[in-house]
């Protein structure tokens, strides 16, 4: 006997055509019933797939208008997200966009992309977009020429327009990855690139997915977690603003960078103190390329900011209260 159980094992093992006959015989006969109702959409959104897959998005866009007259019910929160990114990759500027990605033209695919999110206001907080511009961002910083007239300006210009993209969950993929390529970028432009701002906004450690705790092991070579190298940018900028640095931002900093540290006692780091509040933390700061400690600490003068001396030998660090300690300098 047909039933929603039925047409999900036929949509399942790719027989849609059975799937889609057997879901409207049922909806003719029972068009009030949730369950028909539910397994005819999952039916057309696998049409929709299907269709765009083959490249056929008029096809497509006619199984989406199927959908649409089922007013599927807005808690059924998974299937509006799927026909959403579906109905994205069906707009003029995104088709443009997605042959330009594969002719290799970055930027100007993150261009047609973002000219949606400016220009279109359906779709300017859709978190479908967002999620498009965002990996379009990541490929293009990626794969950006260092040696290009305005190429900073261009790292600057798309990571601010990275935060202002809400649909963006946090933590997420997207989010580690586009924060993993910073750390990556060549020089000069991560000299100049300004980390302590860009740590206000991504917020550790709540932004980290578990795995960013695990270190990469790569076919050819093994990295460090990405939080261990997050933690380290950050204290490095920290570093660098020196005295300069809003006081109450260098308190939450410490204090949320001790507590990464407590729960992550792997990471190898070392101690600093900050003038000004006579604290010392322990901080995980790994040290290239030998992953030494270092000393961070206040110089004789007054009012000054941190110092630091480094590279200690990792044979120089002892054991203090079950953590190594820095030698001193």
């Given amino acids: 006997m047909a039933s929603s159980t039925e ?22 006969a029972h068009p009030d019933d949730v369950w028909n109702r539910r397994a005819f ?41 799927h026909m959403a990114a579906f109905r994205l990759k069906l707009l003029p500027n995104a088709v443009k966009a997605e042959a330009r990605k594969e002719a290799g033209q970055f930027a100007e695919a993150l261009n047609l992309l973002w000219e949606v999110y400016e220009r279109d206001p359906q779709w300017a907080a859709s ?7 965002a990996w379009a961002i990541w490929r293009f910083l990626k794969n950006l020429d260092p040696a290009a007239k305005n190429s900073f300006s ?29 750390l990556h970028l060549p020089e000069p432009l991560k000299a100049g690139f ?52 809003p006081e109450e931002e260098v308190q939450d900093a410490l204090q949320r960078l001790e507590a990464i540290s407590d729960a992550h006692p792997s990471m190898s780091g070392c101690r ?22 270092c000393r961070l600490s206040a110089t004789s003068a007054p009012n000054s900011g941190p110092g630091i001396s ?12 079950g953590k190594p300690a820095c030698a001193k300098p």
Avoid at 42 to 68: H, I, S
Avoid at 127 to 133: A, Y
Avoid at 276 to 293: D, E, H, K, Q, V
């Fill in 194 to 245: 300004d980390f302590l701002d860009w740590f206000r906004f991504w917020n550790i450690p709540s932004d980290f997915e578990e795995k960013d705790w695990q270190p990469y092991a790569g076919p050819e070579h093994t990295s460090p977690p990405l939080a261990e190298r997050a933690c380290n940018a950050w204290c490095r900028a920290l570093i660098r603003q020196g005295r300069g640095a």
């Fill in 127 to 133: 978190p479908e977009l967002h999620q498009q511009v």
């Fill in 154 to 182: 261009l790292v600057q210009t798309w990571t601010s327009r990275y935060r202002m993209l809400t649909g963006i969950s946090r933590p997420s993929l997207i989010h580690s990855v586009l924060l993993n390529q910073l």
């Fill in 41 to 81: 959409a999952w039916v057309l959104y696998a049409q929709v797939k299907q269709a765009l897959e083959k490249g056929a998005p008029k096809e497509a866009a006619a199984f989406l208008q199927e959908f649409d007259a089922l007013a599927m019910p807005g808690d059924e929160v998974l299937l509006h997200q």
């Fill in 272 to 293: 600093i103190s900050w003038p000004r509040s006579g604290s010392m933390f322990w901080l995980p700061i790994p040290l290239p390329p030998a992953r030494t400690c």
């Fill in 310 to 321: 480094w590279p200690i030998p990792s044979a120089a660090r002892r054991r203090r209260n």
């Fill in 7 to 28: 047409i999900t094992n036929l949509r399942k093992a790719g027989r849609l055509a059975e799937a889609r006959a057997m879901a409207q015989e049922l909806m003719g």
